[in-house]
């Protein structure tokens, strides 16, 4: 049977106090209804239904690529009606299930054993809460079968002290959903649809419903405030770590570290404390970054080490390389192998060749360095003349001597050197030593200028 998923996001989600949707709001790098949708597309469904209301346009447009029908609900009236608006384009022989767009971690697993119980009937998915309040409990009969889900404003006071609660995630076969969704009312507290009424009318016409219990509690917490969301991301980012120790890497503390995206390790891989990972970033074989780095969209290759408080963003690194502590590499920087990048040197659009050093003060920009250069101290690529940006090539066995202002376009050849304190306009070639400064005049005798004031 096809499957259709309907993620519910109307919500406002006003204790987030923000000026953006609730489900826009990020947990490891990314909004959390995307968590919501990855997860349902892992589940290959035939359509993937989305039901908007508060911000609705700030949502569509931050997922207008993926291929979603978005379903509109102008008025909040439940989770019940939400489902139903989406229902007139769900086709009536799949299964249909239910997600929220504020619950981001639930396992694909999990989903997948709740579609395979709704093969005839609804199937909800419940939790064991030490504190229910808020939820909506479940209540079963004599033998334990499924009754009915009681809302907590609704609920007696016997009722409430059940531990067993709705996640709201369920699934159900489509036509049982589209003929019970309307015969549900809004006779409760709140005045609202519920969704979970479809399956005491099920049981009603002798339609059988299944529970299931979620095998970790994380995969039912929703988010409804900017505490409840970093409480999230710290349990999310533990268990990112662990992960990521489980395959062999050595980090110093898993509670400080986060990773937004992607990151590969190798063996023997060390991470310090505090280092953030954005995107896709793969750390090769007996890597070792420092502590407080940034890595965003890089590759590192073996055996090279990353010092602390550097901060890379789209740069390949070669193997045996050394950058910082205090380097940034931007986007463009490629490092060969055995080069070094050191303390307070910024790079973007840059090659360094194998075995080069760069190692202080230094800005190269769209620069191209040969082989076994060596970059002074101070070193500075002017690069951009208020309109355009240049290109400097740098030949192999160059030396730049410290304090040099090497302006744009320019050459140094292979060998070529150029002396401190130069500023070069002109190019370099090779085996030519250049000097682009002040000649030094030494004064002798020379007296330092007195004071006016007599005595
Ligand atoms: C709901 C369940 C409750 C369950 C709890 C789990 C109902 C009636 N109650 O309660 O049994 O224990 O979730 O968290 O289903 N939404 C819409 N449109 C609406 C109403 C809600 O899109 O008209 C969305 C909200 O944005 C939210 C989700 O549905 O993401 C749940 O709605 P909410 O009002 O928070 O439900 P609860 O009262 O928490
Ligand atoms: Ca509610």
Same mark, same amino acid.
């Given at each position: ?283 090769? =074989? /007996?890597?070792? $970054? +420092?502590? !407080?780095?940034? @890595? ?6 073996? *055996?090279?080490?990353?010092? &602390? ?86 030949? =192999? /066995?160059?030396? $730049? +001597?410290? !304090?040099?202002? @090497? ?6 050849? *292979?060998?070529?050197?150029? &002396? ?36």
């Amino acid at each position: 049977m096809a499957l259709e998923v309907i993620v519910l996001a109307a919500g406002q989600g006003s204790r987030m106090r923000s000026r953006f949707p609730k489900v826009l709001q990020k947990l490891a790098g990314r909004p959390l209804l995307q968590h919501v949708l990855d997860t349902a597309a892992a589940l290959a469904p035939s359509r993937i239904h989305v039901v908007v209301g508060h911000g609705a346009d700030a949502v569509r447009e931050a997922f207008a690529d993926r291929g979603l029908n978005w379903v509109d609900q102008s008025e909040r009236l439940g989770t019940g009606h939400a489902v139903l608006q989406a229902m007139p384009a769900v086709d009536t022989a799949a299964t249909v299930l239910v997600l929220y767009g504020d619950v981001p971690l639930v396992a694909e697993d999990t989903l997948r054993s709740l579609r395979a119980m709704a093969a005839s009937g609804p199937a909800l998915l419940t939790a064991s809460l030490d504190n229910p309040a808020g939820y909506g409990r479940i209540l079963r009969d004599a033998n334990g079968q499924f009754s009915a889900v009681v809302e907590d404003r609704d609920a007696s006071p016997e009722q409430r002290a059940l531990r067993e609660v709705n996640t709201g995630i369920l699934a159900a076969p489509a036509a049982q959903l589209a003929q019970l969704l309307p015969l549900v009312g809004n006779d409760n507290q709140q005045g609202e649809y519920y969704l979970p009424d479809i399956l005491t009318l099920a049981l009603e016409r002798n339609i059988a419903v299944h529970t299931a219990g979620v095998g970790h509690l994380l995969e039912v917490q929703g988010v409804n405030d900017p505490f409840q969301l970093a409480q999230l991301e710290r349990a999310l980012q533990l268990q990112q770590a662990e992960a990521l120790m489980q395959a062999g890497a050595r980090l110093a503390d898993p509670a400080r570290i986060d990773v937004r995206g992607a990151l590969r390790c190798g063996r023997d891989v060390s991470i310090d404390v505090n280092c953030v990972f954005i995107g896709e970033v793969e750390l090769a =074989d /007996g890597v070792s $970054v +420092g502590p !407080n780095c940034v @890595l965003e969209d890089c590759r590192v290759g073996a *055996d090279s080490q990353v010092l &602390a408080m550097s901060h890379l963003e789209g740069a390949e690194v070669g193997a045996g390389c050394s950058v910082g502590p205090f380097a940034r590499l931007r986007p463009g920087t490629r490092m060969a192998d055995s080069a070094r990048v050191g303390n307070f040197v910024e790079t973007k659009k840059t090659r360094i060749g194998t075995g080069s050093k760069v190692n202080h003060l230094t800005y190269l920009g769209d620069c191209d360095v040969g082989e076994e250069a060596n970059i002074g101290a101070g070193t500075i690529t002017c690069n951009y003349d208020g309109v355009n940006k240049h290109p400097t090539r740098i030949g =192999d /066995g160059a030396f $730049v +001597g410290s !304090n040099a202002t @090497l302006v744009a376009p320019l050459e140094i050849g *292979d060998n070529g050197f150029v &002396a401190a304190g130069s500023t070069i306009t002109r190019n370099v070639s090779s085996d030519e030593l250049a000097v682009g400064r002040g000649k030094q005049r030494n004064i002798p005798g020379w007296k330092r200028p007195g004071s006016d004031k007599e005595g």
